[in-house]
């Protein structure tokens, strides 16, 4: 239990529901690479461009760089940084890590533990994931990580500390209940699909992450097909207050299907919630739009 309290103090800014999840990423590559290739210490200058890499992609939409939390997760009793010479880290700059040939690895104890018990390391997966991410994200993260995928499988971990974790309560049918308010059909491109009396393709997207105290109600999801959930968690879709579909300028799709599906949808109005359901709050949007929407936008 230490070292997962130690995890859930390392809680990513809470001012405004910003994302840092910069720490956590660079523990989910070190314990990617421990479960690939044992305990060793890692080189800033070998792991720099996969961690620049995993920031860019899974970060908030502002620059970052992985000197922080390489040099900064030292102060949280989970890692250990030096020098090629034995000497302490003495600046995240990314001169000074290269120049001294900086390394890091996991705190020996906590290694030992996670390695002494697969059961801690599915925890402590799960429990980065969870407060840091949307769930539609995580397998994705796992492979970025090069963690193996079914840890994203992983049960949820215990509330043992109900203080420290978010405070949103998970509704068991929230997408029942999406799916009723926008019809079952997307609320970007209106797919809507049934096999016998099952909705397919439909899922309830949350504006505000669960992770950062993000409501389990309607007036904090929309009605998504697959595809739109997931380019909309990826900051790819975004959404404005008066209901135009954002595209980010990020997106890259050279065919037909991709322009039809996602980027002609920059400008076009979404399909509000029928007569008599909330429609999403404006400060849940604005939270998207800061947190994760990749601006700026196509129109």
């Not at 390392?10 to 999840?21: H, K, V």
């Amino acid at each position: 239990m230490e070292w997962l309290e130690l995890i859930l103090r390392l809680r990513r800014w809470t001012d405004n529901g910003t994302r840092d999840p910069h720490k956590a990423l660079l523990l989910l590559y070190a314990l990617g690479q421990l479960q690939r290739v044992g305990y060793k210490t890692i080189r800033y200058r070998d792991a720099e461009a996969v961690l620049d890499g995993m920031l860019k992609e899974f970060g908030p939409p502002r620059p970052a760089a992985a000197g922080y939390p390489f040099h900064h997760l030292a102060a949280d009793g989970l890692w250990e940084v030096a020098t090629a010479s034995g000497g302490p880290s003495t600046s995240a700059d990314r001169s000074a890590l290269l120049a001294g040939d900086v390394h890091g690895r996991l705190h020996p104890g906590f290694a030992r533990d996670l390695l002494a018990d697969p059961g801690l390391l599915a925890q402590v997966v799960r429990l980065l994931l969870d407060t840091n991410f949307e769930g539609g994200l995580h397998a994705d993260v796992c492979a970025a990580a090069n963690l193996m995928p079914e840890l994203a499988q992983t049960a949820a971990v215990a509330a043992f500390d109900k203080g420290d974790l978010p405070t949103a309560n998970r509704d068991p049918i929230l997408r029942q209940k999406i799916l009723l308010a926008y019809d079952c059909r997307c609320a970007f491109c209106g797919f809507e699909g049934w096999i016998g009396t099952t909705v397919i393709g439909l899922e309830a997207a949350r504006l505000r992450w669960w992770a950062f105290d993000g409501q389990d109600d309607p007036t904090n999801c929309l009605c998504l097909c697959s595809l739109h959930h997931r380019l909309f968690d990826k900051g790819v879709l975004g959404l404005t207050p008066n209901g135009k579909i954002l595209v980010s300028r990020q997106f890259v799709g050279t065919t037909e299907t991709s322009r039809r599906l996602v980027t002609d949808l920059s400008g076009r109005v979404f399909h509000p919630p029928q007569p008599g359901f909330a429609r999403p709050d404006a400060r849940n949007i604005a939270w998207h739009t800061r947190q994760v929407f990749r601006g700026p936008s196509l129109t």
